[in-house]
């Protein structure tokens, strides 16, 4: 029978550019914060589940096992996630199948990228998720595939570049409460606008920083949690889903396998009416379009989300707070960290924790990262 | 540290098929037997029925853009000179193909396009120059 799962602690560090820390020191720094937060010892630890992206950052191979030390691993079960951008909220959804079936009551979930190893930037990298046959010769930038489905996207809702580019004067306005944050900003949608064209329609200041970071999260059994803590949040659904390889099939301007991985994660969690329900938002913001393209999915309602943003619908004190945290565009995008910084976002929210931060009568809340070359969906549903 | 390699990649069976299309200045497609949907880049079998496929056909060439962009940076992220990227879909087959836009070409939506094929081919995707309007 399926257990109820918990969270019972989060933590993580900065996220910054060019930290001068090794991957062991900011998994510890994370690994710390979180047994503080919740009272626990490592020894109490029963698995761990990591997550990070392509070893190709890291220049190193087989690289779940910078973590090793930094969690203690000696006599547990230690698994790596790796679902791309997805990899973050991909870990929460694997440490729920660790406890939820039984196995283990204690896991500890830790996610963390270096991603100012490579230099001169880690971009060129990127090229290598493309096909190498067809698409590779073509000399691909990872940007490529934004702009072609942003457009589309655009066309689908005739929507504007002015209304995409509040998605991120909101959120970086909202990282300006994020003591971890980045590039927390009071900006205006000229800004935006006026920033170079990198790869039209979009704009330097449409995409999220790279960055380096760290961020842990404890995970318990429903018994556990209520001996851990009395406010325990709970991770009440979860969705996970691929569509094919090929981003050639699909059409660009609705994620259909983010929507197929929210709606797994509601029907768990007894959602019908994610817009009623759901009272915080953390969809996945890489870019300021992606944020409104995946909302349209975790709200199965293509367009929506636009027209909630231009009612100001999404802000923290709107009807419907939307990466209350700042988001990746905000805080971050240090890749498989900036997603379980979703997933603590919805701990710290719920449990009343986030500061100046906090969104009011926030009881049940929704995280969400996607990734690899547009077909990953990976959903959690929290409530207290 | 860098690592130094190359790597090799086989096309295997559909998709050398089609790269020998290119070589003769054709698009060629799959067709799976048992629910008759065409395919391009072409497959060996369908992911839908997993049949194996071994029906290949050429196809017109003649397709519309889906979407597009414009990329103003290379592929290290450096300031380059703008270049139209263009997606295009093929009526009645799916899947589709990324390429460059002739540059003497405005993009927009569903313009209908055709492949110019180099002279010169050698069994590549860059054995197409680029898609043009098609009149
Ligand atoms: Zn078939």
Known sequence: MRRRVAIVGAGMTYFRSMQPLTPQELIFEAVRKCMDDCGLTLRDVEAVVAGSAPDAFDGYHHKGLLSSEAVDCLGRAFSRIYVGGGTGVGVAVAGWWHIASGVYDRVLLVAWEKMSHPYPHAQPLFRTIFDPVLEQPLGPNLIWIFALEMRRYMEMHRIGKELIAEVAVKNKGNALDHPYAQLGAKITVEDVLKSPVLVWPVNRLDISPTSDGAVALMLASGEEARKITDTPVWLDGVGACLDSQFWTNRDLGYPYYVYLAAQQAYRMAGITNPLKQIDVFEPYDPFTYKELHHLDALLGKPGLAPKLLAEGQLERDGDHPTSPSGGLLGVGNPIAAAGLMKVAELYWQLSGRAGRRQVPNAYVGVAQAWGDLMQVGQVVVCRV | ?135
């Open chain 2, 1 to 135: 540290m860098s690592i130094e390699s190359f790597y090799e990649y086989p096309a295997g069976i559909a998709l050398s098929i089609f790269l020998q299309g290119l070589r003769e200045g054709k698009l060629i497609a799959s067709r799976c037997g048992k629910c008759n949907t065409s395919h391009i880049p072409p497959r060996s079998y369908c992911a839908k029925c997993l049949n194996p496929i071994n029906d290949f056909h050429e196809i017109t060439g003649l397709g519309f853009v889906e979407t597009f962009t414009c990329s103003h940076i290379s592929l290290d992220g450096s300031q380059a000179q703008p270049v139209t990227w263009v997606y295009v879909r093929f009526e009645g087959v799916e899947g589709g193909l990324l390429h460059r836009l002739d540059p003497s070409v405005a993009p927009e939506k569903a313009l209908k396009v055709r492949p110019v094929y180099h002279g010169e081919r050698i069994g590549s995707i860059l054995d197409i120059k680029w898609f043009t309007k098609a009149e």
